[in-house]
T-cell receptor, first 115, second 109 residues
Framework: NAGVTQTPKFRILKIGQSMTLQCTQD?????MYWYRQDPGMGLKLIYY???????DKGEVPNGYNVSRSTTEDFPLRLELAAPSQTSVYFC??????????????FGSGTQLSVL | AQRVTQPEKLLSVFKGAPVELKCNYS??????LFWYVQYSRQRLQLLLR??SRESIKGFTADLNKGETSFHLKKPFAQEEDSAMYYC???????????FGTGTRLAVRP
């Protein structure tokens, strides 16, 4: 199993450009998440999904969009990139919700710079 | 809203010394607490969860509801413990994790 795969690993965008961060998992997990990690700020939840066709906002959804057409894929879309979106982005998945036996599996991250 | 606080950005200890990484939380319900770790050039991964009352790689963490804390402890630090450690909280009926800002542990030889 590859686990959670994110692409690309690095990207530089100009202000106003758009791009999609790809995330796919092969563990048949129901839940998928997108986090961003700013220096000294920990991980903040952008969007999450509890299953195909279902998505919901996290703490910091502004400037992003997601879709979940399949169980495996959960792409994150930036429509008009801004310098404030410079961050490291992590995709994660889990079998179920935040229960006692919850365990998140993380991707390796995407380092995005908006200049 | 729930919050997780890790007051130390960096904790530096010598090999063999005891380690305690602090984690405090604020949540009015009964939370579930976790510690995640990210070693150099590796992915973020679960270290342990309070409900399991387990010891992983010599680390333990006890949930203290009175002090709203979930500190991570190890009696004798090893160089391979050097990593970034994140405390995380899940609402008992929720489905999302709230992470702290992380503490970098550096174990010196």
């Amino acid at each position: 199993n590859a686990g959670v795969t994110q692409t690309p690993k690095f990207r530089i965008l100009k202000i106003g450009q758009s791009m999609t961060l790809q995330c796919t998992q092969d563990m048949n997990h129901n839940y998928m998440y997108w986090y961003r990690q700013d220096p000294g700020m920990g991980l903040k939840l952008i969007y999450y999904s509890v299953g195909a066709g279902i998505t919901d906002k996290g703490e910091v959804p502004n400037g992003y969009n997601v879709s979940r057409s399949t169980t495996e894929d959960f792409p994150l879309r930036l429509e008009l990139a801004a310098p404030s979106q410079t961050s490291v982005y992590f995709c994660a998945s889990s079998l179920g919700g935040g229960r006692a036996n919850e365990k998140l599996f993380f991707g390796s991250g995407t380092q995005l710079s908006v200049l | 809203a729930q919050r997780v606080t890790q007051p130390e950005k960096l904790l530096s200890v010598f090999k063999g010394a005891p380690v305690e990484l602090k984690c405090n939380y604020s949540y009015s319900g009964s939370p579930e607490l976790f510690w995640y770790v990210q070693y150099s050039r590796q992915r973020l991964q679960l270290l342990l969860r309070h409900i399991s009352r387990e010891s992983i790689k010599g680390f333990t963490a006890d949930l203290n509801k009175g002090e709203t804390s979930f500190h991570l402890k190890k009696p004798f630090a090893q160089e391979e413990d050097s990593a970034m450690y994140y405390c995380a909280l899940s609402r008992s009926s929720g489905d999302k994790l709230t992470f702290g800002t992380g503490t970098r542990l550096a174990v010196r030889p």
